[in-house]
Nanobody, 115 residues
């Protein structure tokens, strides 16, 4: 069984930074599209940043210039560097990855930005 485990969330003041990590484990022979999503209270889950299996990285307009997604295939890890954080970035952040041809989600990590 494969799984994704996120870490790195927490409480930070506006203007601060956090780096989220997502590690894939299990019997994995392929990792294709990876990404980060978030869900704020009372809102739908939205895409934050995606590295597609082909093509360019995609960012939500609200995070462009502040967030950077990256991946380390050798470590089976996806990162989300978040700078200049704003209170509106407060949400549960979820890692997504296409593992062995199937979509998988992590359990989520809470990010809270205080004003």
């Amino acid at each position: 069984q494969v799984q994704l485990v996120e870490s790195g969330g927490g409480l930070v003041q506006a203007g601060g930074s956090l780096r989220l990590s997502c590690v894939a484990s299990g019997n994995i022979f392929s990792i294709n599209t990876v990404g980060w999503y978030r869900q704020a209270p009372g809102k739908q889950r939205e895409a934050v940043a995606i590295i597609p299996s082909r093509g360019s990285t995609i960012y939500a307009d609200s995070v462009k210039g502040r967030f950077t997604i990256s991946r380390d295939n050798a470590k089976r890890t996806v990162y989300l560097q978040m700078n200049s954080l704003k209170p509106e970035d407060t949400a549960v952040y979820y890692c997504y990855a296409n593992l062995n041809g199937r979509g998988s989600w992590g359990q989520g990590t809470q990010v809270t930005v205080s004003s």
